[in-house]
């Protein structure tokens, strides 16, 4: 049968049997149109970790995996993973798609950097980020067959640190033709893929504007003023409006919550976190509440399994690690814990307050003290 037909006779036969509850093991991506499915008929449908059917007592001998989980199921053992509200799902697909873009823009930058170091032109050198306006106006001129090093220091932009002769001495190289010829279709891969991110950006707008509450008018403007002009510098302030309306609540009013993070955290939990009955539960499930294995009263260096963490708790241990430097509440605990116990441990104590923060204000509508302290 048609893989289409297939997944009707299983609901036929599900909905003949009287079946309610449906509980599914994850196996890569296969599970989700049968999930989807399943799910959009009105059935419960609880999908399962595997590693939990380990704490189960007993052992299910030759049973075959589908009656074991049947069984389990049946006594009520098994507890169904978090997956929020459908239409967050479909957020997340793209927005996870979109992270997946900006990992390969990433790689085509890294690869135009290296062929600009093969032909001894060290543009990362002479700025700071050769993807902001001067770098790219550089790359994109040496593409165009420009070679002077002086018309090319030309295009600096006025607010760079360094001086006309020292761009000009790290612009000097050799201008070999399988090196420009790498750089040019680095960067023509790199423009296609900002356009593929717009589209991407686009998409994710078009669906936060069907997931917004009538009701929600705009949001406050930002409480840091910095935060405020970054926001505005780099357009991401209609994506921030778009947030709020989802959830009612401005996440990037934390001090190191970006709009890039506040979408992350929305589309992989969702604006409704009554899941986690406590805020020791939400950090749990992101990885982020300290574990420190003890085996005979001795600590064990080996990680435990399932301690990876998930795209919400790296998101926030990269917010955390922008707070290294800001003059905040948050900036000055992450200095105290950098000086006792090191970068790494603050990070992660950083990224934890982050996290209880974030659930504290989509679940209670508490709001961010701010610069007035933290407790």
Not at 345 to 368: H, S
Request: charged share 25%; net charge positive.
């Amino acid at each position: 049968l048609p893989r289409t037909e297939t997944f009707k006779v299983i609901k036929r036969r599900l909905q003949a049997e009287g079946v309610e509850s449906v509980a599914m093991e994850s196996t890569g991506v296969y599970w989700i149109p049968v999930y989807e499915l399943l799910e959009h008929r009105g059935m419960e449908v609880v999908m399962v970790d595997a590693r939990q059917m380990k704490h189960v007592p007993g052992r299910k001998t030759d049973m075959i995996d589908c009656q074991w989980l049947q069984l389990l199921h049946s006594c009520g053992l098994l507890r169904g993973a978090f997956r929020p509200a459908d239409a967050f799902c479909r957020l997340r697909a793209v927005v996870r798609q979109k992270a997946t873009l900006i990992d390969e823009k990433a790689d085509w930058l890294r690869r135009m950097q290296k062929s600009l170091d093969q032909m001894n032109v060290r543009v990362h050198r002479a700025v700071s980020d050769i993807s902001g306006t001067t770098g790219m106006a550089m790359v994109r001129a040496i593409v165009a067959g420009e070679r002077d090093p002086r018309k090319l220091a030309g295009l600096r932009d006025e607010r760079c640190c360094r001086s006309l002769r020292e761009i000009i001495e790290e612009l000097t190289g050799n201008w070999r033709e399988d090196h420009l010829f790498n750089l040019k279709e680095a960067l023509a891969m790199y423009d296609f893929i900002l356009e593929r991110i717009a589209a991407y950006e686009a998409e994710i707008q078009r669906i936060l504007a069907e997931l917004a509450q009538t009701h929600v008018g705009p949001a406050p403007a930002p409480s840091n003023p910095n935060k405020k002009k970054l926001l505005r510098a780099r357009g991401q302030e209609p994506l921030r409006q778009a947030l709020y309306g989802v959830c009612t609540a401005d996440l990037t009013r934390i001090d190191g919550v970006s709009t890039s993070t506040a979408e992350v955290v929305l589309s992989e939990l969702g604006p409704d976190l009554s899941a986690f009955p406590t805020e020791g539960h939400f950090v749990s499930f992101l990885k982020l509440a300290p574990k420190l294995a003890i085996s005979g009263g001795k600590p064990i260096r080996k990680r435990p399994k399932g301690t990876a963490s998930t795209r919400v708790g790296a998101a926030l241990r990269m917010a955390a690690l922008t707070l290294r430097n800001s003059k905040t509440a948050l900036g000055g605990s992450y200095r105290r814990l950098a000086r006792r116990k090191g970068a790494s441990v603050a990070v992660f104590a950083t990224a934890r307050k982050l996290a209880i923060l974030i659930y504290r204000m989509l679940r209670y509508g508490q709001p961010y003290p701010g610069r007035r302290g933290l407790q």
